[in-house]
């Protein structure tokens, strides 16, 4: 299925096309600079208008330059909810949104980003994310950012955010250095998380539909933790790289 890709490519950062993919990759520098190469199929379309919808499978081979490097990295499909750039990498003019996703994903400490304390939080892992409460839940939250300043007050809207947002994941062990063949398999009762062909995460959350698709490197973390810490910002990091290749989307 033909897949068209947007580039987002901050400044130093670059984009080689290879003859079955990408090679995706950010410079050197510190903490005082964001710094992101991504593809997506998202960045100029309303989130009514994403492409992809269940049933599908996604499959691409891909391997990266460190096994632990600072920021994030990943590749699958999300409805971008960090809308008027609340959180770096969100689409401006865009409303924020309750999550949904599915996809392979690596964050590296500081980073936190599991609301069930039982699920990996930084590492690499696939996971799927469903918020059951709708979409305008979110916007009517807003009024209580200011509560997250409060440490007790912000772990409890931790856990009262746990009680609508479904999240299902596991960590994965795997040499990212080296290619391995990634696949999702997005249903309409739930997500299969394939690698090299075994099957490594069977999930019952099945994200809201319509999605976009994203492959991305950055340098940026952002966490909610047990004890209500809430922090973002950006890392000091090599220069980095991700690669991409054989991608395909199949319908059904």
């Known amino acids: 299925m033909e897949i068209d890709l947007s580039q987002r490519l901050t400044p130093g950062s670059t984009l080689t096309h290879g003859p079955n993919g990408w090679r995706l990759e950010i410079p050197e520098g510190t903490k005082k600079t964001y710094r992101l190469a991504q593809l997506d199929d ?6 009514r208008d994403l492409r992809w919808k269940p049933p599908l499978s996604a499959t691409l081979r891909a391997r990266v330059s460190a096994r632990d490097l600072p920021g994030t990295w990943g590749f699958g499909f999300w409805n971008d909810p960090f809308g008027l750039s609340l ?3 969100g689409t401006p003019g865009r409303l924020p949104a309750l999550p949904e996703t599915t996809w392979f994903f690596h964050a590296s400490p500081p980073n936190f980003l599991a609301l069930n304390d039982a699920l990996p939080a930084q590492g690499f892992f696939a996971g ?4 059951t409460s709708p979409g305008w839940f979110a916007l009517a939250g807003l009024p209580a950012l200011p509560l997250l300043a409060i440490r007790r007050t912000s772990r409890l809207l931790r856990r009262f955010a746990n ?4 999240e299902e994941a596991v960590s994965i062990a795997a040499d990212v250095t080296r290619w391995h ?3 999702i398999q997005w249903l309409r009762e739930g997500s299969v998380f394939l690698l090299d062909g075994q099957t490594i995460l069977r999930s019952s959350c099945s994200p809201s539909a319509p ?11 952002a966490g909610w933790s047990p004890r209500g810490e809430i922090r973002f910002g950006t890392l000091n990091n090599p220069a980095a790289w991700l690669e ?3 991608l ?4 059904g």
């Open 128 to 131: 799927a994310i469903h918020s």
């Open 42 to 47: 998202y960045s100029s379309r309303a989130r």
């Open 211 to 221: 999605l976009g698709l994203v492959l991305w490197i950055d340098n940026q973390y």
């Open 181 to 183: 063949e990634y696949t």
């Open 87 to 89: 959180g770096f990498g």
């Open 244 to 246: 991409v290749a054989d």
């Open 163 to 166: 009680r609508f947002i479904h």
């Open 248 to 251: 395909q989307i199949r319908p």
